[in-house]
């Protein structure tokens, strides 16, 4: 293999040109501005101090700007990420610890070698176990659940709690103890951002600004709210009057140190950091390949897994802890015009001389400052129409989603994500036991057959026609056998039975006995088995076994050519769209059958 591949800077490094530098380095500076108190409030989120999310934002943007193949994908802390990293690390450890510092780092670098070892594995397509209705019910009762939990920094009480119900009970209880000056801080802000995110771009383009222009200044809105609180702390003497701020930040790089190797701690943080790198990296690629297409350019998901595990790996040697793709970041870099990875590079260096100059600056920085960036940026994850658009497509993929949502908000985030996996591998199953099996008939004036209850067709009396819309495997054979068995009993003087196998993709061992055992009772009761519209390495695999030795019909290319066979009257007349109606609705125990 190419060492491109595993190095996709050496692709996109040799055409760097001057207009990508000045393109980068533009998008680079709109987003330092933006990252800055997002790191901050994110480490908040996550219960580290604020100077853990600066340095998440530096070593780890260079890594992906290295193994990365998204042009424009930001790397950093997010919102879910950082909400899984309090969830695991306060399991083992008190938030403000050293230990629970230690957890953090330590997730950081497990989920950066499970990450890097998924993808020189090419296990990329693990996370397909995650359907997308189970990550939209996580990422909104995530954002819920976010939200809630920052109100005590907005309100400026004492009122914690892992779960929505320990959260709303906390903050009813806390309702006398609330400080007026952190609550208007806190409303203003939030109030502030959430104007900013929709109405500051029509106002700065109404006083003359170009379209592209107030977009980026639009993102500026946090750093505005950031500045204007501390003045505001520092004029009226806010700290006296209760109002909490972020404190001393310490000044300098990120220290550069092995993470901690605790074996006992490494296991205990396993099954927590192997959901943090799994939903990390849905989120990260989800998101890569949206922006992605709309350049027409493409992304290598295996190699996407080795350029988030190398991010991972550097924040954790860096005072880090785990970090991924952001959405919000993403788009700000995308429109900003990055064209290349580098963009990502010239960000961290943005990050490091803020870490080197302006820590200082950030001593007298409101926590409820950071609490409304926090609730500003997940409330637009928070999408409860689409339950709405799930239930009325599929009751399955509601079910699960519902699940996910419901358990992570009465019980825990962790046990949410499990459950709604759990609930669409069991739906999925159960699905898939139950086969959709219709009989159909010949369209006239086409040789095409559809199922008798949904189209007017021409079918025979002594053939029934059976199209099977599922591969066939150990968990639906027996309920294939029922269908069939009972469909022949219901019609006494059918004589032929036609499998249609165009939806079959598969037939496992267990399928195959099952096929094998029909074909005997059939040939009992003076009933043909044949196949028709088998794929050819369904065929292949059939051939490589004794069934179609046994098997006491044929199979055949069409199902227009099995029935021309078998009941040539029927397929004549409806070739010529003029045939005597034959009633084809005779009693048939379909499964689901909707198609």
């Not at 057959?449 to 079918?459: G, L, S």
Request: proline share 6%; with cysteine.
């Amino acid at each position: 293999m190419r060492p491109a591949s595993y190095f996709p800077f050496l692709e996109w490094g040799r055409t760097y040109d001057r207009r990508a530098l000045v393109s980068d380095g533009l998008a680079a500076v709109i987003v330092t501005i933006m990252l800055i108190p997002q790191s901050l409030a994110y480490a908040m989120l996550a219960g580290l101090p604020p100077v853990m999310g600066l340095y998440a934002s530096i070593l780890p943007l260079v890594a992906y700007a290295m193994f990365g193949t998204s042009r424009t994908l930001a790397v950093g802390p997010v919102a879910v990420v950082s909400l899984l990293t309090a969830t695991a690390a306060g399991a083992v450890a008190d938030p403000g610890s050293a230990e629970y510092i230690t957890a953090a780092i330590t997730l950081a670098v497990l989920s950066g070698v499970i990450l890097l070892v998924m993808g020189l594995l090419r296990l990329g397509f693990v996370t397909n176990l995650l359907s997308h209705p189970v990550i939209s019910g996580f990422i909104t009762a995530s954002g819920i659940l976010i939200a809630a939990s920052q109100l005590r920094h907005i309100l400026g009480v004492d009122a914690g709690g892992h779960t929505l119900v320990e959260i709303v009970t906390a903050l009813a209880r806390a309702i006398p103890d609330i400080n007026l000056p952190t609550l208007l801080i806190g409303a203003a802000t939030t109030a502030f951002l959430f104007w900013a995110r929709s109405k500051l771009k029509p106002t700065l383009v109404r006083l003359g600004l170009g379209e592209g222009t107030a977009a980026l200044l639009a993102r500026t809105g946090p750093v505005l709210a950031v500045v204007v609180s501390i003045l505001s702390v520092v004029l009226f003497d806010l700290g006296a009057r209760g109002v909490a701020t972020v404190g001393e930040v310490p000044q300098g790089l990120p220290p550069l140190s092995l993470p901690p190797l605790d074996p006992q701690l490494w296991s205990t943080l396993l099954p927590a950091a192997f959901l943090i790198s799994i939903i990390g990296f849905v989120e990260s690629v989800s998101v890569a390949q949206t922006l992605a297409a709309k350049r027409r350019q493409s992304i290598r998901p295996d190699q996407e897994l080795i350029g988030l595990g190398m991010s991972n790996l550097a924040a954790a040697f860096s005072g880090g802890y785990p970090v991924t793709g952001g959405f919000a970041r993403s788009v700000v870099n995308f429109d900003a015009g990055a064209e290349t990875p580098a963009a990502g590079a010239y960000t961290a260096i943005g990050i490091a001389l803020a870490s080197l100059f302006l820590t200082p600056l950030l001593r007298e920085l409101p926590v409820a400052v950071l609490a409304a960036t926090i609730i500003v940026a997940v409330l637009s994850l928070v999408d409860l129409k689409t339950l709405r658009r799930t239930w009325t497509y599929s009751r399955f993929d509601f079910a699960a989603m519902a699940g996910t949502i419901v358990v992570t908000l009465a019980v825990g985030v962790e046990l949410g994500i499990m459950t709604g996996v759990g609930l669409s591998l069991l739906l999925h199953l159960w699905k898939s036991s139950r086969p959709h099996i219709a009989e159909i008939g010949q369209v006239p004036g086409t040789r095409h057959f559809r199922n008798i209850r949904r189209h007017d067709v021409a079918c025979a009396e002594h053939v029934l026609s059976l199209r099977i819309d599922e591969s066939l495997w150990f968990g639906n054979a027996r309920a294939v056998e029922d269908v069939i068995q009972q469909g022949i009993a219901a019609r006494p003087d059918v004589r032929h039975l036609v499998l249609d196998f165009a939806a079959v993709n598969s037939v496992d061992a267990s399928a195959l006995e099952s096929l094998e055992l029909i074909g005997h009772r059939l040939s009992d009761q003076g009933v043909a088995m044949h196949l028709s519209e088998v794929k050819g390495p369904v065929m292949d695999r059939l051939a490589r076994s004794a069934f179609l030795d046994h098997l006491t019909g044929q199979v055949y290319l069409s199902h227009h050519e099995a029935m021309s066979a078998l009941a040539p009257e029927v397929t004549e007349t409806a070739d010529r769209s003029v045939f005597t109606p034959i009633d084809c609705s005779r009693p048939f125990p379909e499964r689901q059958t909707s198609r």
